[in-house]
């Protein structure tokens, strides 16, 4: 289980560029999904990549199913090396994405994002639209199924409900 | 005369979203219930059902154990 506060509060305390998508931002718009961990789209640029290390690297970060016994560097080299990593630590699963599937890199997710309030934090978190286009992208059964709850907020938060009948 | 958010989702339009997403099986009056949450409360409430839900498993892990351990 992801302890939100804690890795809210160090990627915004080390400067992070970074987008919150997937199941915590589906909740923060008024879903009742229920997820466990925390997904953010991040920018690749080398100063937030020297970021992001100093964010995390204190909640030792490994990739998730990696065999115990071997050895794992978490460094800016790494993150240079992939794109989009699922990391376990040791404050819950964190899924770190350099790019969004149907939305773009970070400056499109960017593009897409609205400021929320959490836990007294000022972050960036996809719209609804952003999030709709993503979770059809990504086509797989457990995102479409959270695309008519999504589909209904965008509805009522945009007015688009004449539109459609 | 325009219907706030709320009105939309407790009485769905007929071919609107939110009347495809209650047939859909979606709960409408719990999005009612998070619409009337700040997205801090939304998500902080979000953080206690993974607690519940982690510690749900643990205690149900625990009977499984216990019971694999008495036969």
Not at chain 1, 10 to 23: K, P, Q, R, Y
Not at chain 2, 22 to 38: A, P
Request: charged share 30%; hydrophobic share 40%; proline share 4%.
């Amino acid at each position: 289980m992801i302890q939100l506060e804690s890795v809210l509060k160090s990627l915004t305390e080390n400067e992070v560029e970074f987008v919150i998508v997937g199941g915590v931002a589906i909740t923060a718009h008024g879903s009742a999904y229920l997820t466990q961990d925390l997904d953010f789209c991040y920018s690749r640029s080398k100063d937030n990549l020297k970021k992001v290390v100093s964010a995390l690297a204190l909640f030792k970060p490994r990739p998730r199913n990696f065999p115990e016994d071997l050895p794992y560097i978490f460094d800016e080299r790494t993150l240079q090396n992939g794109t989009n990593f699922a990391f376990d630590t040791e404050i819950g699963d964190v899924d770190l994405l350099g790019e969004v599937a149907g939305v773009g890199t970070y400056d499109a997710v960017d593009e897409e994002s609205e400021i929320k309030n959490l836990f007294g934090y000022d972050v960036k978190v996809l719209s609804i639209e952003g999030l709709i286009k993503a979770k059809r992208a990504a086509g797989r059964t457990k995102d479409l199924l959270v695309l008519p709850e999504l589909e209904a907020l965008r509805e009522i938060s945009i007015d688009e409900e004449d539109k459609n009948l | 005369m325009k219907r706030t958010p709320e009105e939309k989702l407790l009485n769905p339009k007929p071919g609107s979203k939110v009347a495809a997403a209650q047939e859909f099986g979606i709960d409408l009056s719990l999005l009612v219930k998070n619409l009337r949450l700040t997205p801090d409360q939304r998500v902080r409430n979000l953080q206690s059902a993974m607690v519940g839900l982690e510690e749900l498993i643990r205690a149900s892990k625990q009977t499984r154990k216990k019971g694999d351990d008495t036969t």
